[in-house]
């Protein structure tokens, strides 16, 4: 069965740093991108950034560019969110999704979704 097992979260003061994997499993790791997605309680999901995995494209919203940087380890099926710089507004429940086309991602649609980790930013 598919799996985007998604860990790293924690508590952090502003300005502070997190790395987050997503783990998967199931499908085809290489055709596929994987996204990251966080949503705030009351708040819709936003799409944050994906990588396409064959050719190590990356994407990122405006609200994170500069200061999260998303990559993939092929031979562990692993994607990492490096979060620098980060800011109370980015306490969200962060969880991973897979589908073969970034557009996709990039508007909330995905084949496969992970039930995510929480990150909370302290002021």
């Known amino acids: 069965d598919v799996q985007l097992q998604a860990s790293g979260g924690g508590l952090v003061q502003a300005g502070g740093s997190l790395r987050l994997s997503c783990a998967a499993s199931?499908?085809?790791?290489?055709?596929?991108?994987i996204g990251w997605f966080r949503q705030a309680p009351g708040k819709e999901r936003e799409w944050v950034s994906c990588?396409?995995?064959?050719?190590?494209?990356?994407y990122y919203a405006d609200s994170v560019k500069g200061r999260f940087t998303i990559s993939s380890d092929t031979a562990k099926n692993t994607v990492y969110l490096q979060m620098n710089s980060l800011k109370p507004e980015d306490t969200a429940l962060y969880s991973c999704?897979?589908?073969?086309?970034?557009?996709?991602?990039?508007?909330?649609?995905?084949?496969?979704w992970g039930r995510g980790t929480q990150v909370t930013v302290s002021s």
């Open positions: 999704a897979a589908d073969p086309f970034p557009s996709r991602l990039q508007h909330g649609r995905a084949d496969y």
């Open positions: 199931g499908f085809s790791f290489a055709n596929y991108a």
């Open positions: 990588i396409n995995v064959s050719d190590g494209f990356t």
